[in-house]
């Protein structure tokens, strides 16, 4: 029962650096999300994917970009890493949310990512 | 837009203490709330949901009630234990967009004593 697996889960990068985050989910489901969390500011949606080939933007999208080749994988890329972009990062995912309880979205353990 | 508001922390209670942690909501639509919870170290786990009006929500003990008159959803809990301290978050989702994205309140730390 691995649920959502998140690599790496610390990071420490350097301004201007690059580096990608990966999310696997092994629950079949359709839904996949980036949020981070900072202090003072729970967490917000960075992007969102509603199935394998699709992305869409969030409430914080700017400086990252995502991908979604594989319906169990969601990647998160950091082009070029500003010292702003130090947080928390956490995936998570879902059911379509059609039915009773499918829109639970259940979360990974997250990455701690400092931006020097 | 969507908004939560709930109360700031830290809370500290002793053990067996009665627990209450206010969350208030602004939303378009009938969106369902949630309360989730982060132990140290861990990632969001759900703890309770509401999808309607008057609907209430439980599970180890915690409750809540969705308001709809008032917006609220506050979470509760007759006797907490040390095993609860941790950060929780009250959510609603929003289906609009064909997304079903979650706004999430700041998150209350609570701190169980004996």
């Known amino acids: 029962n691995a649920g959502v697996t998140q690599t790496p889960k610390f990071r420490v990068l350097k301004t201007g650096q690059s580096m990608t985050l990966l999310c696997a989910q092994d629950m079949n489901h359709e839904y996949m999300y980036w949020y981070r969390q900072d202090p003072g500011m729970g967490l917000r949606l960075i992007h969102y994917s509603v199935g394998e080939g699709t992305t869409a933007k969030g409430e914080v999208p700017d400086g990252y970009n995502v991908s979604r080749l594989k319906k169990q994988n969601f990647l998160l890329g950091l082009e070029s890493a500003a010292p702003s972009q130090t947080s928390v990062y956490f995936c998570a995912s879902s059911y379509y949310p059609g039915y009773l309880n499918n829109d639970i979205q259940y979360f990974g353990a997250g990455t701690r990512l400092s931006v020097l | 837009g969507n908004s939560v508001t709930q109360m700031e922390g830290p809370v500290t209670l002793s053990e067996e203490a009665f627990l209450t942690i206010n969350c208030t909501y602004t939303?378009?639509?009938?969106?369902?709330l949630f309360w989730y919870v982060q132990y140290p170290g861990e990632g969001l786990q759900l703890l309770l949901k509401?999808?309607?009006?008057?609907d209430k929500g439980s599970n180890k003990g915690f409750e809540a009630t969705y308001r709809k008159e008032t917006t609220s959803f506050h979470l509760e809990k007759g006797s907490v234990q040390v095993s609860d301290s941790a950060v929780y978050f009250c959510a609603l989702s929003d289906l609009g967009g064909g997304g079903n994205k979650l706004t999430f309140g700041t998150g209350t730390q609570l701190k169980v004593e004996l």
């Open positions: 509401a999808t309607k009006a008057d």
């Open positions: 939303a378009t639509g009938y969106p369902s």
